[in-house]
């Protein structure tokens, strides 16, 4: 079973996200804050956590607190072990094009998702795609002779 994370403040959000997420046969570990989630990733990558590890991240770019979603996403791409997930941001707040590119280049992110999020049928296609081609990109080129 693949699992996804989020990283989202709106309770409304991230329990439908799950709700979907468990309808697709995915397991889903959501985090209310930017501190929450760096905590789970330290546990990580100092291997206190057992179970799963997800393939893709939902982060929410404005959180409470002082960590940020783009501070979630750079902390994951400095992860040894986390380091090569999804990164997918989402917001409700309009973004300057200058914003929305500090923003991704700041966590190496996949991609950007405006709110109210695309329709359930086209989520889930999408999300799968960009782990897809992270995956993708990841591998090592391999040596045709």
Do not use: C, H
């Amino acid at each position: 079973m693949s699992t996804w994370m989020v990283v989202e403040d709106e309770p409304d959000i991230y329990e439908v996200l799950l709700a979907m997420f468990e309808l697709w046969g995915i397991e889903g570990v959501a985090f209310v804050d930017g501190e929450e989630a760096v905590a789970w990733i330290e546990d990580v990558d100092n291997e206190r956590f057992q179970g799963e590890l997800p393939e893709l991240a939902l982060l929410d770019i404005r959180l409470p607190g002082t960590v940020s979603g783009p501070d979630v996403g750079a902390r994951l791409r400095k992860s040894p072990i986390l380091g090569n997930m999804a990164i997918v941001f989402i917001t409700a707040y309009k973004l300057s094009p200058e914003e929305e590119d500090a923003v991704m280049k700041k966590a190496d992110a996949d991609r950007l998702i405006y709110k109210p999020l695309p329709r359930f049928a086209e989520l889930q296609p999408m999300l799968e795609s960009i782990i897809a081609t992270r995956r993708k990109a990841a591998q090592p080129p391999s040596s045709d002779k």
